[in-house]
């Protein structure tokens, strides 16, 4: 089976996140949350085809996307989202990729939703973060690709 990169995307009124005391990113009102999970086999390629789907899927009110109403989207890389904790009480990480290999292409999510027109705001790749959201709904989707 193929491991594909993945999102965990939640719809929200408004979220930030903060490092070391300090907002490094925030969106205010409605809009998107991003986790996004890097895995070894993926791609720029692939980082475009997830910032297409992050700009185009339709989980705003009444059935609208980041691209209709110009929503923001707070994207967090989150390596934790390959996690696995089916043996033992201890999860391992060997699905992650190593920082060196995720945070570009995290940061290529980024670079392909700015492209589109998509306001983004970010963490901080590697830092303690305290992420704080309200989720709207709650309507929370995993994308992967």
């Known amino acids: 089976m193929m491991v594909a990169m993945r999102a965990v995307v939640q719809r929200v009124d ?7 005391g300090e907002t490094v990113g925030e969106i205010v009102g409605q809009g998107l949350c991003v986790l996004v999970g890097v895995t070894h086999d993926d791609t720029p390629e692939k980082a475009a085809q997830l910032a297409r789907k992050l700009w185009s899927v339709r989980m705003l009110h009444d059935e609208k996307s980041c691209s209709d109403v110009a929503a923001p989207l707070l994207v967090i890389s989150q ?3 390959y996690g696995d904790a089916r043996k033992g009480r201890r999860p391992t990480w060997n ?3 190593p920082g060196a290999v ?8 980024v670079a392909q939703l700015r492209k ?8 901080r790749f590697g830092a303690a973060m305290k992420v704080s959201l309200t989720n709207d709904g709650p ?3 995993l994308v992967e690709v």
Request: proline share 3%.
């Open 139 to 141: 309507f929370t989707v």
């Open 116 to 123: 589109l027109g998509a306001q983004v705001e970010t963490g």
């Open 14 to 20: 408004g979220a930030s996140v903060v490092v070391d």
């Open 79 to 81: 390596f934790t989202l």
């Open 102 to 109: 995720a945070e570009p292409l995290v940061d290529e999510v």
């Open 95 to 97: 699905a992650a990729a």
